[in-house]
């Protein structure tokens, strides 16, 4: 099943997976791509949860008016009219977030702001948000990645270190869809503005430790994007001190490259977050 969710920036296509009434999880995929690129996970996270799984505006199903103004807060914005609408039409009063990358910057403001009562738990992937900001680092996200001259010639190279090693189908599917962005003008569009935007003065948390939610933390050893050794360090640093962090031997998406592994950190999780102690480990 799927529905549309109107928002400021675009409709919203949101798949529904699982049986409804079991506790609800939400999925916020990175910069670029769309919900599909959890498709190696999702049939094991939707036997267990009811899985709602968006599409960020211009990706998948979901359009994009005006592409160069979808930001990473207008997302935030966009996330928190779907929680308002899984409510109205599901009755989701209470559900658990699972985001990577920028997915994952979304999904810490989501239980940092008016719905934090409504989620439950994270999972953060790779999130971004953590990243220092120098002359170096806004210079790649505004002149690089965020120009769509430049960003046409980078986007499939960029994919294709941060999926690692391509071995899963869902990876492979992943990358293929990539490969089409740069002749995709809307598409690169929104890939652009989401890349300038990590620079805009409003983009940060308040204050990462004081999300009062159980938090598993997953970073891949082998990220090009947002490394472990500084980002995923200063994450960890910034997060609860109860947060659960676990280091896999992957890129930037655990759940395409090693989705077996991946799982068996997040089911765990989600089976009881409060259960799950503060700890740092390697998958």
């Known amino acids: 099943m799927r529905m549309t969710v109107p928002t400021p920036l675009g409709d919203l296509a949101v798949r529904c997976h699982g049986t409804p009434g079991a ?25 267990r949860r009811r899985t709602f799984v968006v599409d960020w505006p211009g990706y998948g199903d979901s359009t994009a008016p005006h592409p160069h103004l979808v930001t990473p807060e207008g997302l935030v914005e966009t996330a928190e009219r779907v929680l308002d609408a899984l409510a109205d039409e599901h009755g989701v009063r209470e559900i658990a977030v699972l985001g990577n990358s920028v997915g994952g910057y979304v999904a810490c403001r989501l239980a940092e702001g008016r719905h934090s009562r409504t989620v439950t738990a994270l999972v953060l992937v790779d999130p971004a948000g953590f990243t220092r900001h120098t002359a170096v680092t806004r210079w790649f996200c505004r002149e690089v990645m965020g120009r769509p001259e430049r960003a046409r010639r980078l986007v499939v190279p960029l994919a294709r270190a941060y999926l690692g090693r391509l071995g899963t189908p869902s990876a492979r599917a992943t990358f293929a869809r990539v490969r089409l962005l740069p002749d995709d003008e809307v598409r690169l569009a929104v890939h652009c503005a989401l890349w300038r935007g990590l620079t805009d003065p409003g983009f940060g948390m308040a204050d990462p430790a004081v999300l009062d939610v159980p938090i598993l933390l997953l970073w891949g050893r082998r990220d090009p994007v947002v490394p472990a050794l500084l980002d995923g360090r200063r994450a960890r640093g910034a997060l609860p001190v109860r947060t659960s962090s676990v280091v896999l031997p992957t890129a930037h998406e655990p ?28 998958g």
Do not use: M, Q
């Open 255 to 282: 759940y395409n490259e090693r989705p077996d592994l991946f799982l068996s950190h997040v089911l765990p999780f989600l089976k009881d977050p409060r259960a799950a102690g503060a700890g740092r480990s390697r």
């Open 23 to 47: 506790p609800a999880l939400l999925l916020l995929h990175a910069n670029p791509g769309d919900g599909r690129d959890y498709d190696a996970v999702l049939p094991a996270l939707a036997d």
